[in-house]
């Protein structure tokens, strides 16, 4: 694309099209205001111009370096033969038409009464949820945790935090499931861990060593061992204010996109992939069938993680979201976790519980052998129609389905206002996303959590 590309050329690329669209509905205005023909056949500068009292300068050079990210279009996938999830005649993969139902474990049931929600306390109620009709239970994080953040800072990413029980209580709920007929994922956070992880102590501890690599840590001690005056870049949180803290200890700035207890990890590091593939794989062995992905389309941050653009900071309401919400590896790191951490090896030993046949009348059957690919749904804030179908419906396949809550923002308003729902708004959002999906691909429709 060339460096001052029409309108309608940045509108036909699908990143540009959603980042188009999500600035219409940041400033409340309708798609029809760019997809026309006179705004179409507009130089991107021009426009850019004319707008600059509302996206302020820099807006085009923003735009077209995230398109500069992803310069190709895949091909939309075609089913094959051979092909795990949607094979020419055989049956449809099992996400295609499942009821995943979602599980806070710390309210839903204290089976010892002290007060918090357990893991077994969800295996007393597995009962009611098969006659509910659901095919997959889905928990919010269970995994050690400091609680920072319930639980989505985590500190272990193998052992259960004590409030909800043991490995075996989750053993137990896992085997509970498939015996049920019933699926289980859990909500995996790779994002970033929590500082009280051990990786992120090493690398405090000799941030020139391996694991210093495993996050962003940046600059170094100012006069006196204090942090220099500003940090690394102007990135705000998602929790409000800097998104760089200051490590004392380890003489350096980290990023934290989330809570200043939440280190983002760096996926640029090839032993950070490995580390979180073996994760995955660990849990597969022990009989989960897949994970939520917790805003998973933040692990790609661009090089050198240059400054936001305070034009669309003050639109968005995040300074430097363009540089990772879409990051220029982002397809490929994810296909490169289906391949090494979700996809069953041949040399795999068998899982240790698997989900049993559930046939049409109701009734189940033997255990099935494991799915060959865990189910990965990732959450995508920010990722709109187009850039979803890229990371689903192209190959190398990336993600089965992605879930985000931009349903709930109107234009004009995010879902963190206060406002009441408009049903048609509601309505046209899915008829339209629904009416641009091809054959087999498929959106996580949510209704509650």
Same mark, same amino acid.
């Given at each position: 694309?060339?460096?001052n ?6 509108y036909a690329?699908?990143v540009g099209?959603?980042a188009?669209?999500k600035?219409l ?7 029809r ?6 705004i ?7 426009v ?6 509302v996206?302020?300068?820099? @807006?085009? /050079? =923003?735009?077209l370096?995230?398109? +500069? %990210?992803? &310069? *190709?279009?895949?091909a939309?996938?075609?089913?094959t033969?051979?092909d795990?999830?949607a094979?020419?005649d055989g ?11 979602q599980?806070?474990?710390?309210? @839903?049931? /204290? =089976?010892?009464?002290?007060?918090? +929600? %357990?893991i &077994? *306390?969800?295996?007393s ?16 994080p ?11 800072d985590?500190?272990?990413?193998r052992?259960?935090?004590?409030e ?10 896992i085997?509970?499931c498939?015996d049920r ?6 909500d995996?956070?790779v994002n ?6 051990p990786?992120?102590?090493a ?13 962003f840590l940046?600059?170094?001690?100012g006069?006196s ?10 990135w705000?949180?998602f929790?409000g204010g800097s ?8 003489g ?5 996109l989330?809570a200043?207890?939440?280190m ?5 590091a ?12 660990w849990w ?5 069938d ?36 879409f ?9 490169e976790?289906?391949r090494?951490?979700?996809t ?9 519980s ?6 049409a009348?109701?009734?189940?059957g033997?255990?099935?052998p494991?799915?060959?690919v865990?189910?990965m749904?990732g959450?995508?804030?920010g ?9 689903t419906?192209?190959e ?8 985000n809550?931009?349903?709930l ?6 879902r963190?206002d206060?406002y ?17 999906l091809?054959?087999g ?9």
């Amino acid at each position: 694309m060339n460096s001052n590309p029409s309108i309608g050329e940045i509108y036909a690329h699908p990143v540009g099209r959603d980042a188009i669209d999500k600035l219409l509905l940041q400033l409340g205005r309708d798609r029809r205001w760019v997809d026309n023909p006179l705004i179409r056949r507009l130089p991107l500068r021009a426009v850019a111009l004319l707008a600059r009292p509302v996206l302020g300068p820099g @807006f085009a /050079d =923003s735009l077209l370096q995230l398109l +500069g %990210d992803h &310069p *190709g279009t895949p091909a939309p996938r075609l089913p094959t033969e051979n092909d795990t999830h949607a094979s020419v005649d055989g049956p449809a993969p099992w996400w295609h038409s499942a009821v995943f139902y979602q599980v806070y474990p710390r309210s @839903f049931v /204290d =089976s010892n009464a002290d007060g918090v +929600g %357990d893991i &077994p *306390g969800i295996t007393s109620r597995l009962d009611y949820l098969a006659a509910l009709g659901v095919d997959c239970l889905w928990l919010s994080p269970i995994f050690d945790s400091p609680g920072d953040d319930a639980g989505y800072d985590i500190r272990d990413y193998r052992a259960v935090a004590a409030e909800f029980g043991t490995l075996a209580d989750l053993d137990a709920l896992i085997a509970g499931c498939h015996d049920r007929g019933m699926r289980i994922i859990l909500d995996l956070v790779v994002n970033h861990t929590s500082a009280e992880h051990p990786w992120f102590r090493a690398a405090c501890e000799d941030p020139d060593g391996p694991y210093g690599d495993y996050y962003f840590l940046r600059g170094g001690p100012g006069t006196s061992g204090n942090p220099p005056s500003e940090p690394p870049n102007n990135w705000t949180s998602f929790f409000g204010g800097s998104a760089w803290r200051w490590i004392p200890e380890a003489g350096r700035w980290t990023l934290h996109l989330f809570a200043p207890s939440q280190m983002d990890l760096d996926w640029d590091a090839p032993a950070v992939r490995a580390e979180v593939a073996d994760i995955v794989r660990w849990w597969r062995g022990r009989g989960i069938d897949g994970f939520r992905l917790d805003v998973i389309n933040y692990i790609s941050k661009r090089t050198g993680l240059p400054g936001g653009n305070p034009g669309i900071g003050k639109l968005i309401g995040f300074t430097g979201v363009e540089h990772y919400f879409f990051g220029p590896h982002l397809h490929a790191y994810l296909s490169e976790l289906r391949r090494n951490g979700f996809t069953r090896a041949d040399a795999d030993p068998p899982a240790s519980s698997t989900v049993r046949e559930r046939r049409a009348d109701g009734s189940l059957g033997d255990p099935l052998p494991q799915d060959s690919v865990g189910v990965m749904v990732g959450e995508t804030p920010g990722v709109g129609v187009e850039m979803g179908r890229l990371l689903t419906a192209h190959e190398p396949r990336a993600l089965d389905l992605t879930f985000n809550f931009d349903v709930l923002d109107e234009p004009g308003r995010v879902r963190w206002d206060d406002y009441r729902l408009n049903l048609a708004y509601l309505k046209g959002y899915y008829i339209d996303y629904l009416g641009r999906l091809g054959a087999g691909e498929r959106i996580a429709l949510f209704f509650d959590n």
